[in-house]
């Protein structure tokens, strides 16, 4: 499966986006899903994660409360809405699809990913 990350850009501090990472080649409404993110000089983190039936997502504290994961699996596509950005989310964000059916904060769960979509919070 293919995965494309979208919907990135520059942002000013407090604004919104949403990510969008849609599959293709086939469908991953099976699989769990996760968006990582990695800023400039840093490694790569974990950022939000749904099961395959939307029944159980997980978000990284310092995203906890503005930060929020959903899927359309009809659509075959998983959102990350972002709210009240801060600078320090400037980062390279990647979708990956998981090998089973919940999703995980551990990369080594995810079997395919996609090439990112670069956010830029100015303060």
């Known amino acids: 499966v293919q995965l494309q990350a979208s919907g990135g850009g520059l942002v000013q501090d407090g604004g919104s986006l949403r990510l969008s990472c849609a599959a293709s080649?086939?469908?991953?409404?099976?699989?769990?899903v996760g968006w990582f993110r990695q800023a400039p000089g840093k490694e790569r983190e974990f950022v939000a994660t749904?099961?395959?039936?939307?029944?159980?997502?997980n978000v990284a504290d310092s995203v906890k409360g503005r930060f929020g994961i959903s899927r359309d699996n009809a659509k075959n596509t998983v959102y990350l809405e972002m709210n009240n950005l801060k600078p320090e989310d400037t980062a390279v964000y990647f979708c990956?699809?998981?090998?089973?059916?919940?999703?995980?904060?551990?990369?080594?769960?995810?079997?395919?990913w996609g090439q990112g979509t670069l956010v830029t919070v100015s303060s």
């Open positions: 749904i099961s395959w039936n939307s029944g159980w997502t």
């Open positions: 080649g086939r469908t991953f409404s099976n699989n769990g």
């Open positions: 990956a699809a998981a090998r089973g059916a919940l999703g995980s904060t551990d990369q080594v769960a995810y079997r395919y």
